[in-house]
């Protein structure tokens, strides 16, 4: 099968013949790097090690501490006073491989990936859509290879799979990531420990936010909504960031008995960025459509402009809210 | 095997056999019901239907809103006019029969169960204690039977499976626990949909507790130690009981860089009684033991007379924490 910029997709066998005819290897994650492009990069540098080639990984910005031990599972060896071959793991467009882009993006000779959005950037693609993991990729890529899977590569690929699909929680987990999670445990990794490096630990920052987000909350039609909003006093108080409130968005949605979480985040330059989520039968494009955003039925989007404060602009979306509640409940929605 | 007060435990085919010999069941489940005893109790009744027997699940306490939808699955219709045979799943001991202990204690023919600690107070146990959930024992029981699993039954044992491991994330997880979770999404189910329900969704009163937990949170030796205080005020304010709390002593030691957690807990009768969680090197036990209390190496307990107020009682324990990270870190620990 080929794309449209004539680039290859290509059988697992072949991913495997190709790693087979090199030596040197530089393996290329995505930027802000994630337990899935660190697992899968690092699991394959071990599985290149264990047949007696030398690699390297390397990524655009800085590993995140809870990563850090993957560096020192796989030895970092690549010669690079000789040629390397240069491969690419998790990373769907060379847009993502971030300040390593202008050194790399038309020199990627394999690329391993399980998104569908694959630009097909690389000179040949392995590409599984169905992985919930790319690190479920690397598990078949060893297979085809024939290396046996040892514990410290079993380690990174549990790690990569478990971060991808929030410990086998998101709804692409499939049964294959579940029996590729049971071999993995097989060779003896503390899976629990694992998990609780990846999910139970928050950064001080994270902790604040979350803190400032429920001291904000206030709640509507009968408990049935709950409005975030996030002054830049906020903003200014915490240190934060936008980046740092993704994920904040989803927190009014998780409370018993909210089916619409509208969270609205003031901006720099004034007004309201708003993300709406809902559930069932609540429709949140609709929502947001009434004052001009857009979005899915579940998750969806707009903007208010410098003219609204912010009691202005929670009063806006709460007519909204209600309007669309009583379209899809088919009755009188009141506050209180 | 006959453990000490002569009840026999069986294995997995003799349980089927004695499924297959009667046909009018009641079967217990524990009190204050979680997923895998529900899970256990409707996936056995559903498996019971589908070999044309009846049954009825019943428990001591309400099943909580978020299973309810289990009763919707197996139909009830265990004729209490005839002989029923009583039997029980996912418990461990009479005691935990609740208001059911009075009338079925003496009257349980067979128990399945997961618990290692379970009392051997049935005619008959089957017991698999390294089953991470009693629902891969109903599982093991279905194949036993040679009754087809169907998608109902499916979503009753996975809930029960993902519920008592938190989504493959405890310790309790085993290989064998995701080749049945594999087994069970392929009938079908909507496990992220389930896992929603099941851990995404939190109580106003849980959401309260949080921001009051967050809220009082303060920070010594350079981050390393957390300490919430939950005064009688708190508790007023909240209107939360003291079995609210579960859970809260774990915020603290979730946070980036905290490696001992302390909540101490207004008692109604004055003083405090105070949690103790680490992660190596500290030792939580040696911390509580120095002011009379004890416990294990990660969480330990202890307690301070109503003679400290609330002030006085967290210096108290920073005193502790520092001397025990002194000797464990066997340097000095300031505070700031």
Known sequence: MENSNNNLFIEISKAADFFKSKDNF?????????GD????????????????????VICSDEIPQKYEYFTSLAPQNADFNKKTTVVAVDVADV?????????????VELCIDHHFSNIGYAE??????????????????????????????ALAL?????????????SNTTAKTHRIGANLMEYGIDTAEINRIMFETKSRIRVELEK????????HFDGKCAVITVTREMYEK???????????TSISRSIEGVIVG?????????????????YPPVDASAICKRVGGGGHIRAAGCQLGPEYNAKQAVAEMLMHVKAVMEEDFAGTVTDK
């Open 95 to 107: 847009k993502l491989l971030g300040r390593l882009e202008e050194k790399y993006a038309g020199s």
């Open 238 to 248: 915490t240190g934060c960031k936008d980046e740092d409130l993704e994920g904040i």
């Open 158 to 170: 549990y790690t990569g799979i478990s971060t991808d699909t929030g410990c086998f929680r998101f």
């Open 212 to 219: 400032m987000a429920l001291d904000a909350m206030e709640f």
């Open 262 to 278: 509208v969270t609205l985040r003031e901006r720099e330059e004034g007004g309201f960025k708003i993300s709406v989520r809902t």
């Open 124 to 153: 040949a693609t392995y590409l599984d859509s169905n992985a919930a993991a790319n690190c479920e990729c690397i598990y078949d890529l060893a297979k085809a290879l024939g290396v046996e899977i040892d514990k410290d590569i």
């Open 26 to 34: 530089v393996i290329l994650t995505h930027m802000n790097p994630d």
């Open 37 to 56: 492009t660190l697992g899968s990069g690092f699991g394959l540098a071990m599985l290149l090690d264990r047949m007696g080639k030398k690699s390297t």
